[in-house]
């Protein structure tokens, strides 16, 4: 066979192990590994670097207006051109219905800004703010038999959360048709509770905002999700925890056998609620949950290595700091009229790479893992996450050695900040392919990309391990089966 391009000398980098090996690609697909493979009509030299798979973000927020009417400051161009220069090559953002939408016409909105814009394949998720009939009934079993196999939920947020009978619904439609359900879990009474409180009060500064949404919220709505679950036995994703009692959460319920995952992010990592604690410039950290401390990090981290958040995603929800995002009110903005989320896609992966992989707290195989491997796993993307035969040539190329000082000016959103200013990394994606062709060259073509807008594909998304039910019913719900009755 004729080979496009061989990546020689590398070390190959999967979540089951570190080898050294040659990549053979042909067309879009990895084709071989090995030693002395033929010689093909493109060479990569890779002597001295970790050849890693793209990494898959699976949380991302691009092109989206917000439940505030705001509108994310990257399209699909400047979001997944950022997501190439970081080394992750699938993106799955969302799809996001507010009360009044109808969902075919809000995934056919999506699907042509991302058809018209991505550099990298695409899926994606919706988000549901209105279960009414007709989306329970033929909207929702329509999107997944496209290939969008999760939604996500709120279980706090005045114009998108769901009451507890209305995610019970979503559960079982999601259960029946074989989808994945993700959930924002914070109390929303003890948020709105606070908050209200805060504001009356004159409390007004983005300090407020990390001291509204407490710990305690988080901890209580992923235990009453987790409940609603368990009732139905569908399978569920935790989005960005952030706190010990939510990993603790999750960590038991998965000990009793119940089918439920969870996801960290950059900002739980290496922010502190010290960092909103900047008068107005705290906006430029506010997300939600927000940061907490330094324990709370270290409990992530457990987290990660334990296997209880199974996955790292960006959470990337990039607003501008002025008025068409964080400050619609300029100085006068309060804490709940700002824009809520923090950028993150580009430096995902080097973040993780520097401080995790650099520290020892993981190795390479577990990087490789929570960054690409199991997204793709739960997310049913089988040819995405991994450097074998018959997968997509999706791929990073990484200079381990290589440091980098991060400031705004070297990345390549539209956010015009980065919550991560100064810190020095060490290891940087400097060759990055998707399927077979190669879009990013550090050493050749610094600050250059070889891809034409509209080159990223739509990935519909196979019906995963992840997302079957364990056949476990808590004891009530069991008994109905004795009784002939069902839910």
Request: aromatic share 6%.
């Amino acid at each position: 066979m004729q080979l496009d391009c061989v990546i020689r000398g590398g070390t190959v980098v999967n979540a089951d192990g570190v080898s050294s090996a040659d990549v053979g690609i042909a067309g879009e697909k990895i084709v071989a590994l090995g030693s002395a493979l033929p010689a093909a009509r493109r060479e990569i030299d890779a002597r001295g670097r970790l050849v890693m798979p793209g990494g898959v973000d699976s949380h991302c927020h691009i092109e989206q207006v917000s439940s505030f009417g705001i509108m994310c400051a990257d399209d699909f161009h400047s979001a997944t051109v950022s997501a190439a220069f970081g080394g992750t090559t699938t993106v799955i953002p969302f799809c996001a219905q507010h009360r009044t939408d109808r969902i075919p016409e809000v995934l056919a909105d999506y699907h042509r800004r991302a058809a018209e814009k991505a550099v990298i394949d695409y899926g994606f998720h919706l988000i549901v703010a209105n279960p009414d009939g007709d989306t329970l009934a033929r909207d929702l079993p329509e999107a997944i038999e496209t290939g969008i196999r999760s939604f996500k939920i709120f279980m706090t947020y005045d114009r998108m959360r769901l009451h507890d009978e209305q995610i019970l619904d979503v559960l079982m439609t999601a259960r029946a048709h074989g989808a994945l359900v993700m959930v924002h879990a914070e109390n929303h009474g003890i948020i709105s509770w606070l908050a209200g409180r805060m504001v009356g009060q004159g409390r007004v500064a983005p300090r407020y905002h990390a001291i509204c949404h407490t710990r305690s919220s988080e901890a209580e709505a992923i235990n009453r999700v987790i409940a609603l679950a368990e009732v139905v036995d569908t399978p569920i994703l935790i989005v960005h925890v952030s706190t010990i009692e939510g990993v603790a959460a999750i960590r038991e319920a998965q000990a009793r056998g119940v089918k439920v995952y969870g996801e960290t992010c950059p900002q739980y990592l290496f922010l502190t609620a010290d960092d909103i604690d900047r008068g107005l410039e705290g906006a430029m950290f506010c997300c939600s949950p927000p940061p907490r401390d330094k324990a709370a990090q270290e409990a992530c981290w457990r987290g990660l290595k334990e296997g209880a958040l199974a996955v790292y995603s960006s959470d990337h929800a990039p607003y501008r700091f002025d008025a068409s995002g964080k400050l619609p009110k300029g100085e006068k903005t309060t804490f709940k009229e700002m824009a809520n989320g923090v950028p993150g896609l580009e430096l995902r992966l080097p973040l993780l790479f520097s401080e995790g992989v650099g520290s020892g707290r993981i190795s390479l195989p577990e990087f490789v893992q929570l960054t690409a491997t199991r997204h793709a796993e739960i997310y049913g993307l089988s040819a995405k996450g991994r450097i074998a035969p018959g997968c997509d040539a999706d791929i990073a190329i990484w200079d381990p050695a290589r440091k980098v000082k991060v400031d705004a000016a070297l990345l390549h959103d539209n956010t015009g900040y980065t919550p991560y200013t100064g810190r020095d990394l060490t290891g940087w994606p400097v060759v990055v392919l998707s399927r077979g062709e190669q879009l990013i060259d550090q050493d050749a073509a610094p600050g250059a990309i070889r891809a034409e807008r509209g080159r990223g594909r739509f990935l519909a998304r196979e019906r995963s391990d992840a997302l079957r039910p364990t056949g476990r019913t808590i004891p009530e719900v069991s008994q109905l089966a004795r009784w002939g009755d069902s839910l």
